[in-house]
């Protein structure tokens, strides 16, 4: 009985098998709000794409491209005028999305919604994904979830089109960083063709002295295509919070 329920153990219940449960259970959650009729056959294409990107790799050689056939392989939509950026200010911008529904970012889509906070990697040699033991964040530059944001960030930034906004963290003493993924692979993704604009929304405390004026904000400026119209304002995380708790009737009236 014993060597039954090992058997069982490592074909049914071994490493991957939470990680696709999860993925697939999110996807679908995700699909019923917009409710195709196919988002079994949509998220087991998801799934497919997904781990064929990074299962049998080394967990320090995916490359941003091994996720190109995920990205191409799920419905994007178009969020003009709606896209919302951020850097260093994720729990504030996703209790902003959620709660006034007024602006998208990546983890509203469907690729970022179903993998958020999610680790995950392969095994040179071997067929099965692993959610421990993965590199973390810096480890090495080419971890499968490190690739994964870059490449889907790329594809969320060159999809953005009309006024897109940005949320950055006005306590820092430098609010724009080249080398976030905001700074480093979304601004370097706008079309200006597509994209009108960059609105900043510099979320400030009380007890800072968030400026527009601020030297990496010139710097944003100057890294974006001189065709897109920029602005930036301060505006007061307690604002925000107001805003959350009674969302305007027209988005837009909260700053
Ligand atoms: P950021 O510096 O706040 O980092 C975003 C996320 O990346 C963090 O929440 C963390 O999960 C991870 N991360 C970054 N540096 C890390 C480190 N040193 N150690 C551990 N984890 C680290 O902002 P950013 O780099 O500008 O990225 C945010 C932008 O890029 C957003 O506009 C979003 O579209 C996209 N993005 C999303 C995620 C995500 O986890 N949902 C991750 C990367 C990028």
Redesign the pocket.
Known sequence: LSILAAILAIGLGGPGNDLRRVVMSRCTTFLEREDPPNRRKICQTLWDAFTGAFVGRDQCEVPLEAYDQLVHSVPQKDHCHRT???????HVVHQFTQGTKCLV???DTLL?FV???LTWCGRNGSRKTFTTGCP???QCPLNPV?SF??R??AA??ASACGNAT?MLNGSLATPF?PN????S??VKNFNSSRMTGLAVVLVASESDSATCENSSLQNLQKALDPALKYSCKVVQQSQIQGCIADPPLACGKCW
Do not use: P, Q, Y
């Open positions: 919302l950026f951020w850097s260093k200010t994720k970012t990546l983890e970022g993998m958020d906070g973390r964040w810096t490190r944001w870059g889907v960030s969320f930034a940005v960083d976030s993924t905001f700074g692979i979304e």
